[in-house]
């Protein structure tokens, strides 16, 4: 029902731009009660969220599901492009293009985008051989968060395909930060370990 709600307010916010658009006519839209949105999302701004998660959740799990013998920068582009296609990644784009013109939602997308931070953190980790509580595994996380938030910017305007590529340029303006140290026959296992 969230999702739903929450896909409805873009909806609204695309067609009619943020700032036109009310909670009651979300709620009409959405077929609840203005009481029933005013419980889940406080403001306006905080509809976006549910819809927005989503998109970022697939790409978590896209990449922690990636085998660990491809590069790191490999996992996040295949994962990244997962995430983009069908209605989710639509819906993102279409956002994010009104988003360029409503400076209202900049802070709940920014918010987004560091919950995304935290979630693709202990992966990250992982897969660099980082304890997934330092700070270098929260300042890659973070970096990568950056880059994928400048990609989807970027490629709001873009035709669809051109995403994966503008990721591309910010992933490999990180550069050594995403290749894990060279492990001999000898090395020590990872030092984080996901729980199931």
Partial sequence: MLIDISDTAIRLFI???FHETTMDQIAAAA????????????TKEDVITPALQEGWSRYVAAFSERPGDESVIESLLVSADAAARGHA???TRSFVR???TSPPLRPTWLRIQTSSHDALRPHLARRLHLD????QARVVAACVGEANRIAV???AKMPPEQFVSVLR????????????PARGPGAAPDVVALEA
């Fill in 153 to 155: 910017e970027s490629a």
């Fill in 132 to 135: 997934a509580e330092s700070v």
């Fill in 89 to 91: 990644g639509e819906r």
């Fill in 169 to 180: 340029d910010c992933l490999e303006a990180l550069g050594p930060m995403l290749h894990p």
């Fill in 98 to 100: 009104e988003l360029l």
């Fill in 15 to 17: 067609a009619q731009g």
């Fill in 31 to 42: 077929e609840v009660s203005a009481r029933t949105l005013y419980r889940y999302f406080p």
